[in-house]
């Protein structure tokens, strides 16, 4: 009986979450008849497919959307990759500074990011003259700066990840003669590959949605900007095309979405890996 | 090892440029640079392109055959970012444009940074150059240097709608005490309708109200300013648009209510058209210029327009005026006229577009009783964005403050701002 | 595999975070005190040394500091609310059949998905005056959520919450998943209901977890742009939803103001940082180590 009570209420709340992603698709495929309408309907019988059509007519959509997904798989490659090295750094070993390397690396996330993108700007600028590749106008540059920003965060959550492996495990690792290489690889990467998985959602995010980077960094080279770029000519609440908008930043949330659906099972089951510290 | 040592190196670099980088100002090629090559041009994107694309195209295709050797490269950047790429263009030459389109209220923030080319020169050896008015004119000069074209105009006018009026037996407004009554009596006989949409966000419908009056930006607090104004605010309450709908309403938003039929009255620009089409209002309204406080005359509208500029930085600077006269000549305004609806700054082309449509005329008319602008002042931008006169208005449509506070509050921030 | 400082572990990171952290944040402290705008970046004219004026400006402003105190009040708000759903709905999820379940990751994990922008402009549209779905099914035709400071400020929260209670949802979910079955049913034998569960086995348990989800939520709270700034237009009505982020952005960034915004910068991490302090400070005196 308690359980259909809060089965009800869940399902309820799941509705109420849901429900402004359905209006926003819904939105996205009514005829403009029925947006500006002062009596609005929760369905439509006549769905159009026009707004989709005008947002995917974007020149090189295709590029755009191939480069916002190759800048958000590598960030999360990389920014995973650097954030195990740390995590496993400050959980199993103990020197001087770890306590303050570990608010240092919150600091980061705490200044507005437009504050920092002038200096930014010119470090990339500087840069791109001594290592092609990643100076402005590269998706290289994307790549480094969402690297750095996810990183703070990927090596705290994974702290509590590589800390939930029993020490023993290693040590009797390192007496049986591995080397250190070997019990990263071979030991503690298999069981913290979960919380990968888990940070990994957070990186893309961060990666996929990102503007100010991209609008910043990639100032002429037309063939290197990214999805939400282009799609942003829609966003302007001013012009009313509520159409637009929705189509847009539907075409945003799917790749998203997918990531999650595929990353889903080990995110549930990683997270509880942070616990047992 | 091989690490350490090149983050090691990497952390000396770091140290050594201690000072903020800043981009040495670079100079123009004085002979005019190559008559070859790729001409980079930035346009501003719109919801729907594809009209303004095709005109341009054939623009370029135009430009390319007359130049052979070149080649047009042509990015659409996005309104909304094109602060963050023009910093960018001026901070990092090797990534900027050759021509440029802008919107003239940037003008004095690009201008200060010192990011345009003195296109003065340009316009006084071009034929087609003496068709500017000096009204468009001043909305791309800057301290006496013309940095840009103008290429297109928006200007707005009051658009009513014809049914309401005629039902009720009222005639379009000749004065603003004649809107005010009018938008009144819309009011209370049709308690349903807002007798005009104004909206306390919508700075350049506000302002007509405050020039007619004799009063302007930078003296808001004079008691002409505020004679203005409260012109304006009035129309903010009960009897005509309540503050608890009128208050935070944007431009956009006015548009959406006269579009909708909610409103009887708008105050709406030329390229507002397509949207009141797409309404309820379509077929039912009609534009007169809005009119100002003494009986026939018509108060003076903003200037809004976007301009075509040459870059400073322009490797190709002869080149990119060859360009820019093209796509700013009459042929192209026109063309643009008719894909766009964009005005045309150029007279001839005016005159042109006005004979093939009549509903053009209020806006022209409203451009020949003379326009104006915003101070070309590079804190202008901080007036803007610090949204000084929208908080101005709000503050006495709300009640939260009387005109004289509000007018003081502000004009202190607009003389700290332009400094 | 303890010893000595495990520097190949850690010099990746480092030298990542030095290049894209140490670097331009030394540079923001020097832009802090510097008169720089856009005509200095791009060399048209010289910088020079202002000393604090920067500072000055930003504290004799009067509404800096009203715009501050919204700030950390709404933030506050946004932390507390986001960890009672977050928490509340995590508990829930572990007492309901496995249908509700993937139904409620699942739309949790959407609203999770969507860009800032994006569900600020269609909470916006389902709230507007005229054209929004709740008025018109509530009937209060005509009704501005925004013209209220509180309202306002409150169905802004309100999407904060919408769109970060599903990280502390599945992140606290699986925490309990991960806490031994023997030790809840023990609790329930000795029988402790749910909320004495929850405070005396839960979140002990979950204290790591909370910890980096608390620092998270405040950072992000405090730092919330993009909901304020698309729902609101701007600061609402003559600026009263203003948050701090977006006051900065309006003040300086908008209008190239660098030495302004850089000082802006400067204060607000050194708030954040002092909060984070604190805070972590506190858990340690309740015996939870760095």
Request: hydrophobic share 50%; charged share 15%; proline share 6%.
């Amino acid at each position: 009986m308690k359980t259909r009570f809060l089965n009800a209420v869940a399902v309820l709340i799941a509705l109420v979450v849901i429900f402004p992603i359905y209006w926003m698709v819904l939105v996205a495929v009514k005829p403009p008849g029925e947006i500006q309408s002062l009596h609005q309907r929760p369905w439509t019988v006549r769905p159009s497919l026009a707004a989709f059509r005008r947002v995917l007519t974007a020149d090189d959509f295709g590029r755009y959307l191939l480069n916002s997904v190759l800048v958000a798989l590598v960030v999360v490659v990389l920014s995973g990759l650097l954030a195990f090295l740390a995590a496993v750094a400050v959980t199993r070993f103990r020197f001087r500074f770890r306590a303050t390397m570990l608010v240092l690396f919150l600091v980061a996330q705490m200044v507005p990011v437009e504050a920092l993108t002038i200096p930014l700007f010119f470090l990339f600028r500087d840069l791109g003259a001594t290592v092609p590749g990643i100076g402005l106008n590269t998706l290289g540059s994307l790549i480094v700066v969402h690297t750095g920003f996810t990183l703070p965060f990927a090596i705290w959550m994974l702290r509590g990840f590589v800390a939930a492996v029993p020490s023993e495990l290693d040590e009797a690792a390192q007496l049986d003669g591995a080397s250190q290489f070997t019990i990263l690889w071979r030991i503690l990467f298999p069981l913290v590959a979960p919380g990968l998985a888990a940070t990994s959602v957070f990186s893309f995010i961060a990666a996929w949605n990102d503007f100010l980077f991209a609008r910043t960094f990639i100032i002429s080279a037309t063939g290197n900007q990214t999805l939400p770029m282009a799609l942003l000519v829609f966003f302007k609440p001013d012009e009313n095309d509520w159409g637009g908008i929705m189509a847009a930043s539907t075409l945003m949330t799917v790749p998203v979405l997918v990531f999650f659906l595929l990353v889903r099972r080990r995110l549930v089951a990683g997270l509880g890996g942070a616990v047992k510290d | 090892m091989k690490v350490r040592l090149a983050a090691t190196a990497a952390l000396a670099l770091a140290l050594t440029a201690c000072a903020p980088s800043t981009s040495s100002p670079s100079s123009t090629p004085s002979d005019g640079g190559a008559k070859t090559g790729t001409l980079k041009v930035w346009l501003f994107d719109e919801p729907n392109r594809a009209p303004k694309e095709k005109v341009v195209n054939q623009a370029i295709a135009e430009f390319t055959a007359a130049h052979p050797g070149t080649k047009v490269d042509l990015q659409y950047i996005a309104v909304e970012t094109r602060s963050e790429k023009f910093k960018g263009a001026f901070n990092d030459p090797a990534g900027a444009p050759d021509v440029v389109e802008y919107g003239n209220t940037d003008l004095p923030e690009y201008a200060a940074a010192g990011g345009l080319a003195d296109v003065g020169p340009i316009v006084a050896n071009w034929a087609e150059g003496s068709g500017l008015s000096a009204d468009a004119k001043a909305t791309a000069t800057y301290q006496g240097t013309l940095l840009g074209v103008p290429w297109y105009l928006g200007v707005r006018a009051l658009f009513y709608r014809t049914d309401i009026f005629s039902s009720l037996g009222l005639k379009a407004p000749t004065s603003i005490a004649e809107l005010t009554t009018d938008a009144h009596t819309i009011r209370s006989r049709q308690p349903s309708l807002y007798g005009i949409a104004v909206g306390g966000q919508y700075t350049y419908a506000a302002m007509p109200f405050v020039w007619d009056a004799g009063g302007d930006i930078t003296s808001i607090n004079s008691p002409q300013s505020r004679a203005g104004l409260k012109a304006y605010t009035d129309l903010i309450a009960p009897d005509n648009c309540p503050p608890q709908n009128c208050a935070d309403l944007t431009g956009g938003k006015t548009v959406d209510l006269f579009a909708s039929g909610k409103a009887a009255m708008g105050i709406l620009g030329n390229f507002n058209r397509a949207a009141v089409d797409a309404g309820v209002a379509k077929g039912k309204y009609a534009v007169v210029p809005l009119p100002g406080s003494k009986p026939g005359s018509i108060a003076p509208a903003f200037a809004g327009g976007n301009n075509l500029g040459i870059m400073r930085n322009s490797r190709r600077p002869a080149l990119a005026a060859d360009f820019l006269t093209l796509l700013a000549g009459q042929k192209y305004q026109t063309a643009m006229y008719d894909a766009m609806g964009n005005l045309p700054t150029l007279k001839p082309a005016g005159d042109a577009v006005a004979a093939k449509d009549p509903f053009l005329k209020p806006f022209l008319d409203a451009i020949a009783a003379g326009t104006r602008f915003v101070p070309l002042n590079p804190g202008w931008g901080k007036v803007d964005s610090g949204a000084v006169l929208p908080t101005m208005i709000e503050k006495v449509a709300t009640g939260k403050a009387t005109v004289d506070q509000a007018t003081d509050e502000a004009a202190a921030q607009i003389k700290a701002d332009l400094g | 595999m303890a010893g000595r400082t495990p520097l190949w572990l850690l010099l990746p990171a480092v030298v990542v975070l030095g290049a894209l952290f140490g670097y331009p944040m030394w540079q923001l402290g020097l832009l802090s005190v510097l008169d720089f705008r856009q005509a200095q970046v791009s060399g048209g004219q010289p910088t020079h040394f202002v000393g604090g004026a920067n500072y000055g400006t930003l504290f004799g402003n009067g509404q800096f500091w009203s715009v501050l105190v919204a700030t950390v009040v709404f933030a506050a708000a946004c932390v507390v609310a986001t960890m009672v759903v977050g928490a509340g709905l995590a508990v829930l999820l572990t007492r309901v059949s496995r249908v509700p379940r993937l139904l409620l990751s699942l739309a949790a994990m959407a609203a999770w998905a969507v860009p800032a922008i994006s569900g600020s402009t269609v909470w916006a549209f389902l709230f507007d005056t005229d054209l929004g779905l709740v008025d018109q099914v509530l009937g209060l035709h005509g009704y501005n959520w925004f013209y209220d400071r509180y309202t306002g400020f409150a169905l802004v929260g309100a999407v904060v919450v919408w769109h970060s209670f599903p990280f502390v949802m599945v992140t606290l979910y699986a925490g309990i998943e991960a806490i031994p079955k023997s030790i809840l049913e023990a609790a329930s034998i000795d029988g402790a209901g749910t909320w004495r569960t929850f405070w005396r086995i839960m979140v002990p348990a979950l204290r790591p977890v909370l910890t980096i989800v608390v620092i998270q939520s405040i950072i992000w709270d405090f730092k919330v742009f993009t909901q304020i700034y698309v729902m609101t237009r701007g600061g609402g009505l003559a600026g009263q939803n203003l948050t701090l982020n977006v006051w900065a952005y309006q003040q300086a960034f908008a209008s190239s103001e660098y030495g302004l915004g850089a000082a802006i910068g400067v204060v607000m991490t050194v708030i954040l940082l002092v909060v984070t302090l604190f805070y972590l400070r506190a858990l340690r005196r309740s015996g939870e180590p760095l």
